[in-house]
């Protein structure tokens, strides 16, 4: 197990609502990364935050926004929720410079 | 193009059987990969990772192979145990922040 936590396990939200996903690093990581995945596929890249600031973002709309705090825990935020967006979203935390990252046990978000 | 894949699906095998899952990449840059595991339910865990500069890592039961000739890695899994039926990943490293994920393998063992 590593040490990255997420909150909530599961959540329930209609279209059009606004969602707030939460993760704890794991102790000595620097730097927080965001996951979507999506039934049966591998996860896909959001963005990473590093420093409190956004490091790289992957090919997701600006409703996709984060936020890094200085204990390094973050916060994922989607704005006007869609169908597609139902999925796992997952956190990762790492060290910046290091290739590894360390995955928390992920938030299962369900859109009707 | 930035991409990674897997060749297979899915891989059955008889418990106490060697497991070789491969995956291929298109990125003749890349220089960092990492294998995860990801059980129903959980998220990916790190298995192994391996750097550019070298073709060969071994760990626990589990090796890594990576050709840069021809763009492939496999990953090799000795005496197949059930706890090691899940979903593999590879994943390449891009710019040192974003890791390029596969669509995955499915390995179920059978008893």
């Known amino acids: 197990e590593t040490g990255v936590t997420q909150s909530p396990t599961h959540l329930i939200k209609t279209r059009g609502q606004q969602v707030t996903l939460r993760c704890s690093s794991q102790s000595g990581h620097n730097t927080v990364s965001w996951y979507q995945q999506a039934l049966g596929q591998g996860p896909q890249f959001i963005f990473q935050?590093?420093?409190?600031?956004?490091?790289g973002r992957g090919n997701f709309p600006p409703r996709f926004s984060g936020l890094q705090f200085p204990n390094y825990s973050s916060e994922l935020n989607v704005n006007a929720l869609e169908l597609d967006d139902s999925a796992l979203y997952l956190c990762?935390?790492?060290?910046?410079?290091?290739?590894?990252?360390?995955f928390g046990p992920g938030t299962r978000l369900l859109v009707l | 193009g930035e991409s990674v894949g897997l060749h297979l699906p899915t891989l059955s095998v008889q418990e106490g059987d060697n497991s070789i899952i491969n995956c291929a990449y298109s990125n003749s840059a890349s220089d960092y990969f990492i294998w995860y595991k990801q059980e129903s339910g959980k998220g990916p865990q790190f298995i192994i990772d391996?750097?550019?500069?070298?073709d060969k890592r071994q760990g626990q039961r589990v090796t890594v192979l990576l050709n840069k000739t021809v763009k492939h890695l496999s990953l090799q899994i000795a005496a197949t145990q059930p706890g090691d039926s899940a979903v593999y990943f590879c994943a390449e490293n891009i710019n040192d922040y974003k890791l390029s994920f596969g669509a995955g393998t499915t390995v179920t063992v059978r008893a």
């Open positions: 990762a935390s790492s060290l910046v410079g290091e290739g590894t990252q360390y």
């Open positions: 935050y590093y420093r409190e600031e956004e490091n």
């Open positions: 391996i750097r550019s500069n070298m």
